[in-house]
């Protein structure tokens, strides 16, 4: 069993800056990719950024340039920090995890970023 525990969503004013974080823990041997997706009222859940266990990132062209994904491998962590924020980004973000072996997939409980305008 794996846990993906988030922290460091809120409340922030457009143009301000987040900083996101994803702790693992369980049942784990080695995540091949960690990432973050969102969903926003009425629309469907979205890739906002991921990151392999060789550091290769994917991000979203609404975010790109302004977010930056990174991991610590040692630490089964993920983080996402998000700078020159807008009110389009208010959603829930979901923190993802995958491995191969135990092979699964993983979700966090999800966080509230509001930005206002």
């Known amino acids: 069993q794996v846990q993906l525990v988030e922290s460091g969503g809120g409340l922030v004013q457009a143009g301000g800056s987040l900083r996101l974080s994803c702790a693992a823990s369980g049942r784990i041997f080695s995540f091949n990719a960690m990432g973050w997706y969102r969903q926003a009222p009425g629309k469907e859940r979205e890739l906002v950024a991921d990151i392999t266990s060789g550091g290769r990132t994917n991000y979203a062209d609404s975010v790109k340039g302004r977010f930056t994904i990174s991991r610590d491998i040692a630490k089964n962590t993920v983080y996402l920090q998000m700078d020159s924020l807008k009110p389009e980004d208010t959603a829930v973000y979901y923190c993802?995890?995958?491995?191969?072996?135990?092979?699964?997939?993983?979700w966090g409980q999800g966080t509230q970023v509001t930005v206002s305008s």
């Open positions: 993802n995890a995958e491995q191969i072996w135990p092979r699964g997939v993983y």
